[in-house]
């Protein structure tokens, strides 16, 4: 697959999602730093992407005296000229305003989705808005319809995030599904670029809830300890399958912290606890877990960009899957109750 060949040899595209119109354009000085610190060790083609929506030039006409699409268009080239000319960026190529026709954030999406896949990018790169006098982030409705309906890996970043020189310590949160070892292995093959790079390997265990209720049933006061049993067989579990992980990163030269923890907090509080813990520069998560566990696109990601002190990175697999069920039909076994096992 195109995203995980040799980084010597293969351009990294990045797609910046970017609005010309925002309050103040010192929202994107941190995502600027954390495009600088992603681009280290990879050959990178950066492209700012805005996307033209007619139904909202009434909303900015009043203020900028535009009242065609044509002057719109023209509003917006001469402010991202502007924007880029200050900027020493690596691998920044030339602004592009996009049509987007219906006029909707999801078709905006749609159409990002089309364009990301006729440029085979790898990344697309979007900011969020932290509102004054809130301690909480609050994502705009682009970045929050990206999150849900993107095909490519998003890094969210807010103005408030604390950037660093380098995102040598990656915490990636997992539930050990195939579609996070998928996950696992497209991070891998990235932050190995990084110099010194480490990925913490993170995995909270849920709460079996019914086996709990059907224990406290059949044999009345027991189920604390049934509990207290079942998590313990569990984090024995996730500790084996995070060691076969572990090794296989440290095969492909990323060396791995394994944390496993005992169910304390919802899971969006607990990564992010965890992160800030570990002092992790990065937090990337899988958009979409086993059929079994809770799914990991929308809430989660959602709450742990609104919280996290650091850029968070959302991957999807939709391509590796595919080409797991490639597999399948080819009749290649693989062994998809050890996802452990390098399947790409």
Same mark, same amino acid.
Request: proline letters at 3%; aromatic letters at 8%; glycine letters at 4%.
């Given at each position: 697959m195109?995203?995980? #060949? #040799?980084?010597?040899? +293969? +351009? @990294? +595209?990045?797609?910046w999602a970017f609005d010309p119109f925002v309050e103040s354009e010192k929202i994107y000085s941190n995502t600027v730093k954390a495009l600088k610190v992603f681009s280290i060790g990879k050959n990178v083609e950066i492209y700012p992407i805005y996307f033209? /929506?007619? #139904?909202?030039?009434?909303? /900015?006409?009043?203020t900028l005296e535009i009242f065609s699409l044509k002057s719109y268009k023209e509003a917006a080239e001469k402010k991202m000229r502007k924007f880029f000319s200050k900027i020493n960026l690596k691998g920044l190529m030339k602004p592009q305003i996009l049509l987007n026709p219906v006029g909707s954030k999801r078709s905006a999406i749609i159409e990002l989705n089309k364009f990301?896949?006729?440029m085979n990018a790898d990344f697309v790169f979007t900011s969020t808005h932290a509102r004054k006098g809130l301690a909480? &982030?609050?994502?705009?409705?682009?970045?929050?319809t990206l999150l849900l309906k993107s095909i490519t890996p998003v890094i969210v970043v807010s103005p408030t995030n604390k950037i660093t020189g380098s995102f040598q310590r990656t915490l990636f949160a997992t539930d050990f599904s195939v579609e996070s070892f998928l996950a696992f292995q497209i991070l891998v093959k990235e932050v190995k670029d990084w110099p010194k790079a480490t /990925?913490?390997?993170?995995?909270?265990t849920s709460l079996a809830v019914d086996p709990?209720?059907?224990?406290?049933? &059949?044999?009345p006061g027991r189920a604390y300890g049934f509990m207290e049993e079942y998590l313990d067989k569990v984090k024995?579990?996730? +500790?084996?399958?995070?060691?076969? !992980?572990?090794? !296989?990163?440290? #095969?492909?030269? /990323?060396? @791995?912290?394994i944390c496993i923890q005992n169910f304390s907090d919802r899971t969006s509080d607990a990564i992010v606890k965890r992160a800030k813990k570990s002092k992790a520069t990065l937090i990337a998560l899988a958009?979409?877990?086993?059929?079994?566990?809770?799914?990991?696109?929308?809430?989660?990601?959602?709450?742990i960009v609104r919280q996290a002190a650091v850029p968070v990175w959302v991957l999807y697999t939709h391509n590796e899957v595919k080409q797991l069920k490639k597999i399948k039909r080819d009749k290649i076994r693989v062994d998809l109750k050890n996802p452990h096992f390098p399947i790409i």
């Open positions: 195109a995203r995980l #060949n #040799n980084k010597a040899t +293969k +351009k @990294v +595209k990045i797609l033209l /929506v007619p #139904n909202e030039i009434d909303l /900015v006409a009043a990301s896949k006729k909480r &982030y609050f994502l705009g409705s682009f970045s929050e /990925v913490i390997l993170f995995h909270q709990i209720i059907s224990s406290e049933l &059949y044999a024995d579990f996730s +500790k084996r399958e995070a060691k076969k !992980w572990s090794r !296989w990163a440290e #095969n492909e030269g /990323v060396q @791995v912290e958009a979409k877990t086993g059929p079994k566990a809770a799914v990991l696109i929308g809430s989660i990601p959602r709450q």
